[in-house]
């Protein structure tokens, strides 16, 4: 990590003083907004800040979870943000065998879970896929998304925050590359380019940090397709260590934040991952078990490489829309 912020939490207020609450943005800086509230209508809210009017077909990308005790984030919760954009849910098949393995499957995971009753869904590879390009080729060579990413003029990527056992943590930037890329592509990802395409076996044998870089290039591919016309938004509650690919997910050890958004990424991870690294933990609302998950699996290299392609910068300031 290039930057450390210092952070004086309080209690429930974890954001109470970031000491990023200038009046004015040095040219260098990605603006992140933040509310407290975790609500339908603070996500509401908290997209209006960003003052982006979508144009054409919205895709909005979620994750589904593996199971009803995963910690995605639930129709309740998004409902409202995903009416105001006139929205379609997006989702990718999965390429390790669960419930999301087949589309059909996939489809009986989403009615069960209840997205169908507030959107359409679309499984964006229950077609195939297509690739795109990558400006970093340095792993990647392309990226292999779902086809049906190409009916969609906006993407509204709405992560939960949390742990990650493969890579440390899943924001936005996993979001829109494991989660954008259809079976096969999740495959090329995690192999940094070195796949089987007879077992999809995952090895990866040149490292984390490939993986860690391929993630990056393949989320920066999809910034590029829609030419910009994304906004990023992480909800940071049921921190679990485990991602909501894990059906039976580690209890949360430290007490959720709240809501952040940007237009860059980068900065928005960036400010999640210092949350995560600067909180005062007492007994009983610990964030050391996360913080050990994501360094022990090198997370925060995604967004230093990611920076480093130029997806997004690393220094942002902190807009508080409760005080607004």
């Not at 912020?5 to 974890?14: P, Q």
């Not at 779902?146 to 009916?151: E, R, V």
Request: glycine share 8%; hydrophobic share 40%; charged share 25%.
């Amino acid at each position: 990590m290039k930057r450390i912020i210092t952070l004086t939490l309080v209690a429930l207020s974890v954001f109470g003083v970031f000491g990023l609450f200038a009046e004015e943005k040095s040219s260098n800086e990605s603006t992140v907004y933040f509310t407290r509230e975790i609500t339908p209508e603070a996500l509401v809210r908290i997209y209006e800040a960003l003052g982006v009017e979508p144009k054409g077909r919205v895709a909005v990308k979620i994750s589904t979870g593996e199971s009803s005790k995963s910690n995605h984030l639930r129709p309740a919760l998004i409902k409202n943000l995903v009416e105001e954009v006139n929205g379609t849910l997006v989702e990718c098949n999965t390429a390790y065998k669960g419930n999301r393995f087949s589309s059909e499957e996939h489809l009986k995971a989403i009615r069960e879970r209840g997205y169908n009753e507030i959107a359409e869904v679309d499984i964006m590879d229950i077609d195939g896929s297509i690739d795109i390009p990558v400006s970093d080729k340095k792993w990647i060579k392309f990226n292999r998304v779902g086809k049906h990413l190409a009916n969609y003029d906006f993407l509204v990527n709405l992560a939960h925050f949390k742990g990650h056992a493969m890579g440390g943590f899943g924001g936005v930037l996993k979001n829109q590359s494991i989660g954008i890329a259809s079976r096969e592509g999740k495959v090329i990802i995690h192999t940094a380019g070195r796949y089987d395409d007879t077992d999809h076996a995952f090895s990866n044998q040149d490292g984390q940090d490939a993986f860690l870089e391929s993630m990056a290039a393949a989320a920066q591919s999809v910034h590029d397709y829609f030419k910009g016309n994304i906004v990023y938004i992480n909800v940071m509650n049921n921190l679990s260590v485990d991602c909501d690919c894990d059906g039976h997910p580690h209890d949360p050890e430290m007490k959720d934040i709240g809501i952040l958004a940007s237009l860059d990424p980068v900065a928005l991870d960036k400010a999640c991952l210092d949350l995560v690294f600067h909180y005062p933990s007492i007994q009983g609302d610990d964030a050391t078990a996360l913080q050990e998950r994501i360094n022990r699996q090198h997370g925060t290299h995604i967004v230093d490489y990611a920076a480093g392609i130029g997806l997004g910068s690393l220094d942002y300031r902190i807009v508080d829309i409760d005080k607004k």
